[in-house]
């Protein structure tokens, strides 16, 4: 683990952990880029968090980091880390959480597990109309659900690019201009559970497209890495205007 921070604050104001998961180098251009404008961000922290598995271009080494929350001193790699990585973010006003997918869930997905002030500041500053609210038991071993102002940025793999670069660039700057946007229409899919692979969904199945025969909508559909199933499940949704 690196980390890189800019002291000019007593506790950090954002903190911006990259790379969780070891084969979403994307999460690594995050850290260089904010890492070489340092200066310009009080109180910014960076962790590149999971650089073992980044060096083998594995999601975990022994397990997954992002299921391994609150984390475990005497566990494998990934629950030591989570041990080790917990403190540095309870104090930390936001905490983005970066990502890519390899579903076609479109340039985009906002992730938190609750929703509070600081979570609706970040979604604020952020174009996407669908927002994923991870529910316990899912929550509870995910970085983002131990923390109170955190939200994952889950970027499509083949739409991380420089421009993918930029909006996380917009979104900080946002943050620390304490920016307000208008609100907007969102809908908040509620991911409840994991996609099991044995499920038969229809061949047009879509992200945030309801199956009436599964009761279900499909989050971040075909990402394997959930342990070889089919992606995360949501079983409803609602409105909000953030
Ligand atoms: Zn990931």
Same mark, same amino acid.
């Given at each position: 683990?690196?980390i890189t921070?800019?002291t000019?604050?007593?506790?950090?104001? $954002?903190?911006?952990?990259?790379?969780?998961?070891?084969?979403?180098?994307?999460?690594?251009?995050?850290f260089n =880029?904010?890492?070489?404008?340092? &200066?310009?961000f009080p109180g910014?922290?960076?962790?590149?968090?999971?650089?073992?598995?980044?060096?083998?271009?594995?999601r975990?080494?022994?397990?997954?980091?992002?299921r391994?929350?609150?984390?475990?001193q005497n566990g494998?790699h990934?629950a030591? =880390?989570?041990?080790?990585?917990?403190?540095? $973010?309870?104090?930390?006003?936001?905490? =983005?959480?970066? &990502?890519t997918?390899?579903s076609?869930?479109?340039?985009?997905?906002?992730?938190?597990?609750k929703?509070n002030?600081?979570?609706?500041?970040?979604i604020?500053?952020?174009d996407?109309?669908n927002i994923?609210?991870?529910?316990?038991p899912?929550?509870?071993t995910?970085?983002?659900?131990n923390v109170?102002?955190?939200?994952?940025?889950?970027?499509?793999?083949?739409?991380a690019?420089e421009?993918?670069l930029?909006?996380?660039m917009?979104?900080?700057r946002? $943050?620390?201009?304490?920016?307000?946007?208008p609100?907007?229409?969102?809908?908040?899919?509620?991911?409840?559970?994991?996609?099991?692979?044995?499920l038969?969904?229809?061949?047009?199945?879509?992200?945030?497209t309801?199956?009436?025969?599964?009761?279900?909508y499909p989050?971040?559909l075909?990402?394997?890495?959930y342990?070889?199933?089919?992606?995360?499940m949501?079983?409803?949704?609602?409105?909000? &205007?953030?």
């Amino acid at each position: 683990m690196t980390i890189t921070k800019n002291t000019q604050t007593a506790s950090p104001f $954002l903190t911006i952990v990259c790379c969780q998961h070891g084969n979403e180098p994307f999460g690594k251009d995050i850290f260089n =880029l904010f890492a070489s404008q340092i &200066h310009e961000f009080p109180g910014l922290q960076l962790i590149l968090a999971n650089e073992e598995a980044l060096a083998i271009d594995k999601r975990g080494v022994e397990g997954d980091l992002n299921r391994s929350f609150p984390g475990n001193q005497n566990g494998n790699h990934e629950a030591r =880390l989570a041990y080790h990585i917990l403190p540095l $973010l309870q104090s930390s006003r936001y905490v =983005l959480d970066v &990502h890519t997918s390899v579903s076609s869930c479109g340039f985009l997905v906002p992730i938190i597990a609750k929703q509070n002030a600081s979570t609706e500041s970040i979604i604020n500053l952020l174009d996407e109309s669908n927002i994923v609210l991870v529910k316990p038991p899912l929550a509870d071993t995910s970085l983002i659900g131990n923390v109170e102002g955190g939200l994952s940025l889950e970027f499509q793999k083949t739409l991380a690019d420089e421009r993918a670069l930029q909006t996380t660039m917009n979104l900080v700057r946002g $943050l620390y201009a304490k920016t307000k946007r208008p609100p907007q229409d969102r809908e908040v899919f509620v991911v409840t559970g994991i996609l099991p692979k044995e499920l038969l969904l229809p061949p047009d199945a879509k992200d945030f497209t309801f199956i009436p025969e599964h009761n279900l909508y499909p989050v971040l559909l075909k990402e394997a890495s959930y342990m070889g199933n089919q992606g995360l499940m949501a079983t409803e949704k609602y409105n909000v &205007h953030i």
